[in-house]
T-cell receptor, first 112, second 112 residues
Framework: LAKTTQPISMDSYEGQEVNITCSHNNIATNDYITWYQQFPSQGPRFIIQGYKTKVTNEVASLFIPADRKSSTLSLPRVSLSDTAVYYCLVGGPHNAGNMLTFGGGTRLMVKP | NAGVTQTPKFQVLKTGQSMTLQCAQDMNHNSMYWYRQDPGMGLRLIYYSASEGTTDKGEVPNGYNVSRLNKREFSLRLESAAPSQTSVYFC???????????FGPGTRLTVL
């Protein structure tokens, strides 16, 4: 299984850009990288998914280097409402077990 | 379009009692999942159903049973509740196995 490693927690301030890095040294050729966000007392919510290079949507950007052994979720100009846990998952339908393993995630605290 | 709904929202059981958690999705998704989340921890997969008519064990299936009643509904049953099953239970669905998952609001279960 492709194991992922993320920082346990991060602090930031409103208006700053936050970058959360995930290491996945054993990523397989067909694996995708997916990030979820979870607010307290809610289920996780899909943020972004990518395979290589850069993916951007209205919420975040995902940067994936050429070797794909890590990825960085970038949240531009965070606000207090971005305080949440962020999970990095690596896998795909061919490797369902990985995509269904959430791990501990990264607890982001945004301060005023 | 309600997405994923779960009932009940809260439940208190005594040790040894049984109960069924209900989950339904209206997105015509093929795959459905049950997770549990203990305080301060990530989600752990209990059971999943890749498609109607199939179910498979996840990481922590002991003490639970599931039924994929039809394409919309996926229930989780605790036959003899134990205090170790005190947790928040999330149901999720996705169009394909291990694809983007949509989560329900969760059921907070306490076993005394």
């Amino acid at each position: 299984l492709a194991k992922t490693t993320q920082p346990i927690s991060m602090d930031s301030y409103e208006g700053q850009e936050v970058n959360i890095t995930c290491s996945h040294n054993n990523i397989a050729t067909n694996d995708y990288i997916t990030w979820y966000q979870q607010f307290p007392s809610q289920g996780p919510r899909f943020i972004i998914q990518g395979y290589k290079t850069k993916v951007t949507n209205e919420v975040a950007s995902l940067f994936i280097p050429a070797d794909r052994k890590s990825s960085t979720l970038s949240l531009p100009r965070v606000s207090l409402s971005d305080t949440a846990v962020y999970y990095c998952l690596v896998g795909g339908p061919h490797n369902a077990g990985n995509m269904l393993t959430f791990g501990g995630g990264t607890r982001l605290m945004v301060k005023p | 379009n309600a997405g994923v709904t779960q009932t009940p929202k809260f439940q208190v059981l005594k040790t040894g009692q049984s109960m069924t958690l209900q989950c339904a999705q209206d997105m015509n998704h093929n795959s459905m999942y049950w997770y549990r989340q203990d305080p301060g921890m990530g989600l752990r997969l209990i059971y999943y159903s890749a498609s109607e008519g199939t179910t498979d064990k996840g990481e922590v299936p002991n003490g639970y049973n599931v039924s994929r009643l039809n394409k919309r509904e996926f229930s989780l049953r605790l036959e003899s509740a134990a205090p170790s099953q005190t947790s928040v239970y999330f149901c999720a669905s996705s169009e394909v196995l291990a694809g983007e998952q949509f989560f329900g609001p969760g059921t907070r279960l306490t076993v005394l």
